[in-house]
C-alpha cells in the first residue's frame, strides 16, 4: 500500500480484503501477465492503486458476523466521473463471498484486527470494473456514447434509434 500512496492510518477504521499471496500472483499473471515485482514498479502505480483501492471498504471495520446476503458495499476507488465503485457480499451455506461486476472472491479468514480496522483474507483478487476478460465500461450508459467518446461520429450516427443493424464483436473477440 506504501508503492500506491495509499495510506491508511492506524485510527481509522476499514475494511481490508486482502488476497493470499497465491492469489495476488496468480491474478496478476492471468490478468495482466505480470508478477507482482512488476505491479511495484513506478510505472504501474495507477494499475496499483487501482487494484488497491477496490480492495478497501470505507464505511468502516465490518465484521463477518455483520455481513450480509446482497448488501452493497463502496469502496475507496473512484471511477473517472467520481462514482464509487461497489461491491456485492454474497452469503451462501455459511461462505461470504465479495462480488464486482468482473468477478468475484470468497473470504477464507475473517475478522483480523488490525487497529481499527477488520482484514478478510480472500482467495481471489476482486478485479475493478473495467478490468479483465469480462470488463465492461461502467460510464458508458450506451453503445452511442462509447462511439462518441472514441470519437468515431459516423458510427455512432449509426446506433441512433433507426432500423440498423450493428453487428459487434464480443469481448471474447479482442483476446
Known amino acids: ?37 512488476d505491479l511495484l514498479k513506478p510505472e504501474s502505480k495507477e494499475k496499483l492503486q487501482t487494484v488497491l483501492g477496490y480492495h478497501i471498504i470505507t464505511s468502516g471495520a465490518v ?41 468475484d472472491a470468497r473470504v477464507i479468514t475473517a475478522d483480523i484486527s488490525a487497529g481499527e480496522s477488520v482484514i478478510h483474507i480472500l482467495d481471489d483478487v476482486l478485479l475493478p470494473p473495467g478490468v479483465g ?24 450516427a449509426a446506433v441512433q434509434p433507426t432500423n440498423n443493424t450493428i453487428l459487434a464483436p464480443s469481448d471474447f473477440a479482442f483476446h
Open 63 to 103: 465484521k463477518s458476523s455483520q455481513l450480509r446476503d446482497c448488501l452493497t458495499v463502496a469502496t475507496a476507488l473512484r471511477d473517472p466521473n467520481n462514482a464509487t465503485a461497489n461491491l456485492t457480499v454474497r452469503v451462501r451455506k455459511g461462505k461470504v463471498d465479495f462480488e464486482g461486476p468482473t468477478n
Open 133 to 156: 476478460a469480462k470488463a465492461v465500461a461502467p460510464s458508458f450508459p450506451s453503445l452511442a456514447a462509447v462511439l462518441q467518446g472514441a470519437n468515431l461520429t459516423i458510427l455512432a
Open 1 to 37: 500500500m506504501q508503492t500506491a500512496g495509499i495510506v491508511v492510518e492506524p485510527s481509522t477504521a476499514f475494511t481490508i480484503l486482502a488476497p493470499t499471496n497465491f492469489a495476488f500472483a496468480d491474478r496478476l499473471n492471468k490478468t495482466f501477465n505480470i508478477t507482482p515485482a
